[in-house]
């Protein structure tokens, strides 16, 4: 990196004529930008110049000047409120060879280029002419509108993506006056893909987004631009598009508990595919990341070791922790966050609930499960020794076994948390034993410190064994249950959009998940069975309709308290 001028000098000059604050402030920033990201002093002086001492606008900035991150952890927005109305494009449409159809759209008659899409609810964005009538515009730096798929040139260009969006955006609020209604998004077309680096932007909330959402999008246009480096077979959330619309099903759908049971051991079900949340696990008392009082919620930056810049990263954003750029930086944060789980697992210090033992009863009295789909990275499913490990697909990851993120090379689970205890700091400070100081963790393959548990970290590649087996196990799916899931995690929750029409799915849950992946709770329902509750409570009163209550008795010593309890409970009740 190019030398520039000191960081002091720089903030400076960003706030010339401001009060000593400011000017501290300037400084912090500048050095972020600058010791962080990698950029260069002058890019660093002229972004908060411009646009002041907001992080990410500066660092957004930035990119779209054409500088390279060469540091830490990106930080765009995680909760852009306007995703679930203005992305509406199908990922398989999105073609890459399109110019600007700005002026394609004049031409005619002064139509905006979207309305040439078709109703019957093809591929969005297909310009009747497909080019740009005046060859004007440069298309070194296009975007497409995840709207409608129109494609449009760079805003530092001739800025027809932002005219786009502003001429939707005043549209939408036409209409919204004229029926006398008021929409609460009237955003226009404000988010779009740029085509240079697939990163995406949301003009409304001037900042680029992170979404799960956005996955199958960033693999699409990846597939394109470099075809020769892309799996074919990789996203089965392409292989067929999610609809709401029911076909035909030449199946009864069961009323009750009862009747399921009589479903799962008839001739009709063969095939019985489950999906699996962190609802599953919330017997055994094992930590959560996302709800309230969660991991994410109580994390305190201050407590781990890192710099400033990335304590403030993390502050901003508790899922930094668990980001591969930063952890390949500096990995002690994620594992000081983490030793307590980890050791945890060794311990067996959480237990497989009645929820993982009727999935092992499954498999056992009627060799139906073809897959375990689980989202969580507890591990508590290899506690059930009669569920064979080809049986299991962990999604994210799983904490019961350890590898080096750089070479791959796996490593010795209790070896590996030999190492945690004796490397890493307690954070919760309930360890007397460990040390006060945190120091790395080597490979013995690479020697860099980089061993961690197998979990899939922001910015990484779910496990190929995801999409191959999904692959091979949907398509033949009689039963899909979906267990203690929100459904908004993306690529596992578009399962319930890819078994065939004839399949049933079973939801358990405490709430309606997944209306919007065409689950439907409705009377009229023909194929989506809500088994409303928590998850132990379902799954024992499934295991005592199929018969399954003695057998369940026989883990009771290995299961939660709680689960323990329940099921005591219901002995005592000689059901």
């Not at 990201?37 to 992080?55: I, K, Q, R």
């Not at 360890?431 to 393959?445: L, V």
Request: charged share 25%.
């Amino acid at each position: 990196m190019k030398a520039g001028p000191p960081a002091a000098a720089v903030a400076t000059n960003a706030a010339s004529g401001s009060d000593d604050a400011t000017i501290e402030q300037c400084l912090e920033m500048v050095e972020t930008l600058i010791n962080v990201f990698g950029f260069n002093a002058d890019a660093a002086n002229e972004a908060v110049e411009t646009v002041g001492t907001d992080l990410s606008k500066a660092y957004n900035w930035i990119l779209d000047r054409g500088h390279e991150d060469k540091g830490g952890p990106v930080v765009p927005r995680l909760d852009c409120p306007h995703i679930s109305r203005q992305f509406l494009v199908k990922p398989s449409c999105l073609q890459i060879d399109l110019p600007c159809g700005h002026y394609a759209a004049e031409v005619e008659n002064n139509t905006p280029a979207e309305v040439s899409a078709s109703s019957s609810g093809s591929c969005k964005g297909g310009l009747k002419s497909g080019s740009d009538v005046s060859g004007s515009c440069p298309a070194k730096e296009n975007w497409i509108c995840l709207h409608c798929g129109i494609t449009r040139c760079s805003r530092y260009e001739f800025s027809h993506a932002v005219d786009h969006w502003k001429q939707t955006k005043a549209e939408a609020d036409v209409q919204s006056k004229d029926n006398e209604i008021y929409d609460d998004d009237n955003a226009g077309h404000c988010i779009a893909v740029s085509l240079a680096d697939l990163s995406i932007w949301c003009y409304e909330c001037h900042a680029y987004l992170k979404h799960p959402n956005f996955e199958a999008v960033t693999r699409r246009l990846e597939s394109l631009k470099f075809p020769e480096d892309t799996p074919e077979k990789k996203d089965i959330s392409e292989s067929k598009e999610c609809s709401t619309t029911e076909l035909h099903v030449p199946l009864t759908l069961p009323q009750n508990l009862k009747e399921m049971a009589d479903f799962i051991l008839s001739d009709k079900c063969q095939s019985i595919a489950i999906l699996a949340g962190a609802g599953m696990s919330k017997a055994s008392g094992i930590p959560d990341f996302r709800s309230a009082g969660g991991l994410y919620e109580t994390l305190r930056p201050e407590e781990l070791t890192a710099s400033e810049e990335e304590r403030m990263l993390m502050a901003n954003d508790p899922t930094a922790v668990f980001d591969r750029h930063l952890f390949l930086k500096n990995p002690l944060p994620c594992l000081e966050l983490e030793r307590s789980f980890i050791l945890g697992t060794r311990e067996a210090r959480w237990r497989a609930t009645i929820a993982h033992r009727f999935v092992e009863l499954l498999h056992q009295k009627t060799g139906k499960l073809t897959r375990l789909y689980t989202q969580n990275i507890d591990g508590l499913e290899s506690q059930c020794t009669d569920l064979p490990r080809e049986k299991v697909v962990c999604v994210h990851g799983s904490m019961h076994r350890a590898a080096c993120e750089m070479c791959g090379e796996e490593a010795d689970f209790d070896e590996f948390c030999d190492d945690v205890q004796r490397n890493i700091k307690d954070i919760s400070g309930q360890d007397p034993s460990a040390p006060p100081e945190s120091t790395g963790i080597p490979c013995k393959t690479c020697t860099y410190n980089a061993v961690k548990p197998v979990v899939v970290l922001f910015h990484s590649s779910l496990p190929e064994e995801f999409f191959t087996r999904a692959n091979e196990d949907i398509p033949n799916v009689d039963l899909l249950i979906v267990i203690g899931t929100s459904l908004t995690v993306a690529p596992a929750n578009t399962l319930v959009c890819h078994v065939p029409p004839t399949c049933m799915r079973m939801v358990v849950n405490n709430e309606p998940v997944g209306i919007q992946l065409g689950i439907d709770y409705g009377e009229q329902s023909t194929r989506d069975f809500f088994a409303r509750g928590y998850c132990d409570d379902v799954f024992l009163d499934l295991i005592c309709h199929l018969g399954w209550l003695s057998d369940l008795e026989k883990f009771a010593e290995d299961l939660p308290e709680s689960s323990l309890s329940l099921l005591r409970n219901r002995q005592s009740e000689g059901t």
